[in-house]
């Protein structure tokens, strides 16, 4: 896995911070944006556990979750492990998140902080 990061993009005129990005601001309707990094922290607000998953996918369960930052964004996506809970700290990592046809796909999904 390489180290790739997060990148949220932040109205220039009101501060909002989306992902992905949007052609407006929804908050105060600017086109105007700047890239900024999301972080290397987030917490678990929700998961699920996917038994019947999706194809090119072979680890059974599939957990999936909705992340959040720091800055308040928020993301959907795969969890590494299926010891999870609400409220658990996680980083996002970028890697293979499943193979079509024959195609590795990449994409960020999470992984729990190591604490020592």
Same mark, same amino acid.
């Given at each position: /896995?390489? =180290? !790739?990061?997060?990148?949220?993009?932040k +109205?220039? @005129?009101?501060?909002?911070?989306?992902? $992905?990005?949007h052609s407006? +601001?929804?908050? +105060?309707k600017? %086109?105007?944006? =700047?890239?900024?990094?999301?972080? @290397?922290? +987030?917490?678990?607000l929700?998961?699920?556990?996917?038994?019947?998953? $999706?194809?090119?996918?072979? %680890?059974?369960?599939?957990?999936?979750?909705?992340?959040e930052?720091?800055?308040?964004?928020? /993301?959907?996506? !795969?969890?590494?492990?299926?010891?999870?809970?609400?409220?658990?700290?996680?980083?996002?990592?970028?890697?293979?998140?499943?193979?079509?046809d024959?195609? $590795?796909?990449?994409?960020?999904?999470?992984? $729990?902080?190591?604490?020592?």
């Open positions: /896995m390489s =180290e !790739q990061k997060i990148v949220g993009y +109205c220039k @005129n009101c501060g909002k911070v989306y992902y $992905p990005k407006r +601001c929804f908050k +105060c600017s %086109k105007d944006f =700047e890239e900024i990094e999301l972080g @290397n922290i +987030c917490t678990l929700t998961y699920t556990k996917l038994y019947a998953i $999706p194809r090119g996918i072979d %680890k059974v369960p599939l957990v999936l979750g909705i992340v930052f720091e800055n308040g964004v928020r /993301m959907l996506g !795969q969890i590494t492990t299926e010891k999870v809970e609400i409220g658990m700290k996680l980083r996002p990592i970028f890697g293979e998140l499943r193979i079509i024959g195609k $590795p796909i990449f994409g960020f999904k999470f992984e $729990p902080l190591k604490t020592t």
